[in-house]
Structure formats: structure tokens, C-alpha cells
């Protein structure tokens, strides 16, 4: 069984692939070109592979907040919108605190990720868990919320800079993380990464509250038997997703753009759930399953302009990889239609 | 408060309500066969982009609505094969649905009309007025005149809800939705029944993504639908699992939005905070109701006949 379990998400990936190599060559393009200038441009240099990681990291901090979130039974899917929280705080105290360095950056990101699961458990997590509230839609409309809220601090409202240009300050140089290859957006925030899924994997499986929050996820009746109480458990789920997602948000801001724009989008949530379930949400699983999409989307813009394929084509690949990690079932069907027991 | 004595607030209410309603509607025919649809947004995507293409493809809007239903349709026949046969769970294969409608109408978007977006000259869905009843004051001016979708959905309404009621196909949609094995003893073929219940919501929740594409406009932008599958959703909760009531819950969501859009005329309030009307609305709704109304008793259930 545990064969099946890692196979399947490798065929589902290949099965994608083969899926926008196929709508590739409908539209008249070589899908081998296309996928050659995917690679090349995503893994072919030190400047594609910085890019790539670069591209990466933000997945990997908001898989690892989806991750948590459904091993404790709660759909966060708005991990944008905590991711947005978190950046927009960040960037806050980035450029209008005086700190110096080393405690600067702690500041930032520890906000960051305060800001975000503020965002899930104030509104969602009280919702869910006093009013029974569905989490699936809450947590999606305070990402629209947030979007708003961001367009609205830097259009006009009391975080635009100086001058027309709708974005904010740029950050306080002790509130940038260093850049770790030269030339590069790369930063020491890659070293984030590792530790976060270390942290969280610690946590949901050798501690306590871990425990409980994964028995509320597999069976709740069986939790509130263990003394587990279903508010302090949605709470503390939803309250840790959105920390993970806010401080996405803040690594972001603190490593790459060093400033709010006009950048405000849902496709971290999105994508962040596809890395999840890719990596049936194993924190360590999550790594790859994100590297995987730094190399779809680093590799996007080169397949687009090498080969003329709208970089579109990688939404496609990851929606049927998400179908097919979702329709596990199909793994059955086919052995139960050719005669096998399994 | 001569905002809500203006009449073409309440025009607007219901013209950005029919989207959602539509989207509503078909929520409410996929649930009561037991079958949540978180895939409603997706669905709405396939519909806008299908008309926007068909109807600037041939010239007729009307093709475009067919080829909506036929492609809501289709991807239906995809959640539903996963969701009923496959016994997926229901919400993650949604959200993959999602994903999927949401990046293959972005490429194909992109593939057929690059930069410049949808050709402007896309025939959108013709206007009609009701004769007399536009002359009636006030009330005339609200439903009057509105586009095509806007009168057809009612037609919907009263079908679906005559269905639900009155008729042996009705009584089996229900029967799968609140009781799936007593339905299988008495010969339902319960999994088909389920398996055409999501596909025909798909097709209405595309009609929804079609009068946002080419009803009030005439086209198509990737991210246009905007969460309206997830507050449809919402309008299904509060609306009690029925299709009169997902239709009222939409009336309040295109009120947040109808007053949003009203109020930026009006006030000086910041556009941007405004524009979060519709989806605090949504938030507090649910917060406010839930527990007061309860869903098909097998909502969200896989159901295996081998047990």
C-alpha cells in the first residue's frame, strides 16, 4: 500500500504532463520544445535554479500552512488571504520601525505570521468553531477581504508612498534578508524552509497538541472522547495555518519584492493546496511537491517566450495533477475492473 | 437613505444577483443528491468563457449559452464520475476542479486571444422588456428590463422547484441525497441518479458564468468570477438547501454588491473598502445562521452500494 501512495502522485504528474503536452500540440506548438525551454529556463543555470528556489519558497511556507490545516480536518483554503496579512504587516513595521538588524528581521517575520493567524482564527476560527460557520467559504471571502485591503492601504490609503505610484515605502535595509546568491532574488529566507517543515512535522506528530489536532481531523468524535476540545482545536489549526501563510507572506516581502505593489492575487492559496495534497500533506513531502511548481513557474515564463506557449499551460498541468491526487479512487476502480483484489 | 429610493439600486441588486442565484440553484440540485460542490466557481468560469467564445465565434450570443450549458456540463461529468463512482472526497475534488477550470480557461484565453482580450465586437444576450409591467413606477424600472438570463432564471426557479415537489424524478433526487440506502432498497439507482443530478448543476451553474460573461457585458477576463461559486455557495446554507431560498440568500449578496457599486458614486469611502461588501456579508451570514438550518441528512457522503 505504501507503494501505491507514493506511485500514484508521480503518475498523476506524469499524466499532467502528458495532458499540456497533448493541449501543447494542439495549438500548434512542439510540446518537446516547450518542455525543453520549461527545464532550461528553470533548472539550466545557477540563475535559473536561484530563480527557481526563489519561485519556490513562498510555496512551500503556504503548503505547509494547507498541509496543517487538512491533517486537522479544516479546509484552509484561504491561505492567500493570511499570506497578504502577513505581508502587509511586515512591510509595515519594515519601514517604519528603527531596530536594528538581526532584531528588525525577527520583528517583521514574527508579525508577519502573527497578522496571519490572526486573520484565520479571529474571523474563520471563531466562525467555525462557535457558529459551525464552513471554513471552506470564510476563509476564501477574507482573501477577497484582504486583497481589497491591500489595494486599498497602498491606493490612497494610509501606506502609499509618496508620489502617484500605488505601492508602499520601501523597506529599512535591517529589515531586508540578506541576499544569498549574488545577482539573484534569492535569500537566507530558502533556510526557512527546512526548519518550518521540521517544526511543523515536530509538531503534529511528537507533541501533544499535534496529536490532538490530527485525532479532531481523522475523527472528531473520537477526539472530544480524548478530551480534546473542538473549539481550542479549530482554534490552534486554523491559528497555526495562517501563521505559517502569514509569514510566507512576510519571508516574501522581506526577501524579494521589499515592498507592497500592486501584486495582490489568490494564487498562492491555490497553488499552496496543490502542494499539499501532492504531498498528501507530509511537511517533507511539501518541499518537493513545491520545488516541483518553483520549476513550473520559474520555467513558465521561458517556455512562453522560447516557445510562444501562453505559461497558462502550468495552471493546466497543475489542475490535472490535482484532479488525478484527488480521484485516488481511480487506482481502485482499475484494479476492481481488470480482476484484482485488492 | 436616498440611496435605497433610488431605483436602479434594486435593478442592480437583482442583475448581480442572477449570477449567484443561478450558481445557487445548481449548488442546491447537487447537494440535495448528496453531493457538495465546492466546484460551483469553477463551473462558473467554464460557462463565462465558453459563451464569451462561441458567441464571438459564431455571432450569436444564444450559441454561446448552449455551448456554456454543454461545457458546465462536461466538466460535471468529471466531478461527478471522481465524487459518485470514484467516491473522492467531495470538497477536495472540487477545489481541483477549480483549479482546473480556472487555468484551462486562462490558456485558452490566452491561446485564442492573447493581450487584447475577448473581440469587442462579442455579441452579448439581448435585452427584454416586459411590456406593461415597465410602465408600472418604480417597480417597473427594477424588473422591467433586464438581460434574457435574468427572465429565464425564474423560469428555472419554478421548474426546479415543481420537480422537487411534485414529481417521482424529485423524490428520488431527494430520496439519495437524505437516505441513500433506503433509496437503493426501494430500486433507485442511486449512483446514477446522483451521477446526472451534479452533471445538470453544472450546467446551471455555467448559465450563472455565462450571464456574468455575455449578460450585463460582453467579456470574458480569467479572474471574473471572483469568488461568486463560493458566495453561491454560501447563498445554498443560507438559503436552506431550496431553490426559492438559495434565490433570496442571492438577493442579499447582490444587494452588498449593488449597494457597493452605488455607494462609490455617493460617499467618499474608499473604492477598494467598499468592494469588500459582498464578501463580509457572506462571512457574517454564515456566521450569524448556520446551526438554524441543517443540510441533506447525506450531504457530502460517498455513497459504496457493496455496503
Known amino acids: 500500500m505504501r507503494g501505491v501512495r507514493l506511485l500514484w502522485p508521480l503518475l498523476a504528474i506524469l499524466i499532467a504532463f502528458a495532458v499540456g503536452g497533448l493541449l501543447t500540440w494542439a495549438f500548434g506548438h512542439d510540446p518537446f520544445s516547450a518542455y525543453g525551454a520549461l527545464i532550461s529556463g528553470s533548472l539550466g543555470s545557477g540563475y535559473a535554479i536561484s530563480t527557481t528556489l526563489t519561485d519556490a519558497l513562498p510555496l512551500m511556507i503556504t503548503g505547509l500552512a494547507v498541509a496543517l490545516s487538512f491533517q486537522s480536518g479544516l479546509f484552509n483554503i484561504g491561505a492567500s488571504g493570511q499570506y497578504w496579512l502577513g505581508a502587509i504587516v511586515a512591510v509595515w513595521l519594515g519601514y517604519s520601525l528603527k531596530l536594528p538588524t538581526p532584531l528588525h528581521l525577527l520583528v517583521c517575520l514574527l508579525a508577519g505570521a502573527l497578522a496571519g493567524a490572526l486573520w484565520a482564527a479571529l474571523i474563520p476560527g471563531l466562525a467555525k468553531a462557535f457558529r459551525g460557520a464552513n471554513e471552506v467559504i470564510t476563509t476564501l471571502m477574507m482573501t477577497y477581504v484582504a486583497t481589497y485591503l491591500g489595494h486599498y492601504l497602498i491606493e490612497g490609503g494610509p501606506m502609499q508612498a509618496p508620489g502617484y505610484t500605488p505601492q508602499s515605502p520601501h523597506l529599512l535595509p535591517s529589515a531586508i534578508l540578506p541576499n544569498l546568491v549574488s545577482g539573484t532574488q534569492l535569500s537566507v529566507g530558502i533556510f526557512l524552509a527546512p526548519l518550518l517543515a521540521a517544526l511543523t512535522w515536530f509538531l503534529l506528530s511528537r507533541t501533544r497538541l499535534g496529536f490532538s489536532l490530527r485525532i479532531s481531523g481523522y475523527n472528531p468524535r473520537a477526539a472530544r472522547y480524548a478530551g480534546v476540545r473542538p473549539v481550542v482545536a479549530i482554534l490552534a489549526a486554523l491559528g497555526l495555518s495562517g501563521a505559517l501563510a502569514g509569514l510566507a507572506g512576510a519571508v516574501q516581502m522581506m526577501g524579494v519584492d521589499h515592498r507592497l505593489f500592486d501584486s495582490f492575487g489568490t494564487s498562492y492559496g491555490y497553488t499552496g493546496i496543490v502542494v499539499a495534497l501532492l504531498a498528501r500533506n507530509n511537511p517533507f513531502g511539501v518541499l518537493l511537491a513545491a520545488l516541483l511548481f518553483g520549476v513550473l513557474s520559474s520555467g513558465a515564463n521561458a517556455m512562453q517566450i522560447n516557445a510562444g506557449v501562453p505559461f497558462h499551460l502550468v495552471d493546466v498541468i497543475q489542475g490535472v495533477i490535482i484532479f488525478f491526487v484527488a480521484a485516488e479512487g481511480l487506482m481502485r476502480y482499475l484494479r476492481l475492473r481488470s480482476g484484482g483484489n485488492s | ?307
Open chain 2, 1 to 307: 437613505m436616498n440611496v435605497l429610493a433610488n431605483s436602479e439600486l434594486w435593478a442592480s441588486t437583482l442583475a448581480l444577483a442572477i449570477p449567484i442565484a443561478y450558481a445557487a440553484l445548481g449548488g442546491v440540485m447537487s447537494e440535495r443528491a448528496g453531493v457538495v460542490n465546492v466546484a460551483l466557481e469553477g463551473m462558473m468560469a467554464t460557462g463565462a468563457f465558453a459563451a464569451v467564445a462561441v458567441s464571438a465565434w459564431s455571432g450569436n450570443a444564444w450559441l454561446g449559452v448552449l455551448a456554456a450549458l454543454l461545457c458546465g456540463a462536461l466538466l460535471s461529468m468529471l466531478f461527478a464520475w471522481a465524487t459518485v463512482y470514484l467516491r473522492a472526497d467531495h470538497i477536495v475534488t472540487g477545489l481541483a476542479i477549480n483549479i482546473l477550470a480556472t487555468g484551462a480557461t486562462g490558456f485558452l484565453f490566452n491561446a485564442l486571444y492573447g493581450p487584447l482580450g475577448t473581440p469587442s465586437n462579442t455579441p452579448s444576450l439581448p435585452r427584454w422588456v416586459l411590456p406593461g409591467i415597465d410602465q408600472i413606477p418604480f417597480l417597473g424600472k427594477i424588473v422591467g428590463h433586464h438581460e434574457a438570463l435574468v427572465y429565464l432564471f425564474f423560469a428555472l426557479l419554478i421548474a426546479l422547484a415543481w420537480i422537487f415537489r411534485r414529481t417521482a424524478t424529485g423524490l428520488r433526487w431527494r430520496a439519495v441525497g437524505e437516505n441513500p440506502k433506503a433509496a437503493d432498497a426501494a430500486g433507485v439507482p442511486v449512483l446514477r441518479v446522483k451521477f446526472w443530478a451534479v452533471v445538470s448543476a453544472g450546467a446551471v451553474a455555467a448559465l450563472g458564468g455565462a450571464s456574468l460573461s455575455i449578460g450585463s457585458l460582453n467579456s470574458f477576463s480569467p479572474h471574473m468570477v471572483a469568488g461568486r461559486g463560493f458566495i453561491a455557495l454560501a447563498a445554498v446554507i443560507f438559503g436552506a438547501w431550496a431553490p426559492l431560498g438559495a434565490f433570496l440568500a442571492s438577493l442579499l449578496f447582490g444587494f452588498a454588491t449593488a449597494l457597493a457599486f452605488q455607494l462609490q458614486s455617493v460617499s467618499n469611502i474608499a473604492k477598494n473598502l467598499l468592494l469588500m461588501l459582498p464578501y463580509l456579508v457572506t462571512v457574517l451570514a454564515l456566521a450569524g445562521l448556520v446551526g438554524r438550518t441543517s443540510p441533506p441528512a447525506a450531504d457530502g457522503q460517498p455513497y459504496d452500494p457493496g455496503r
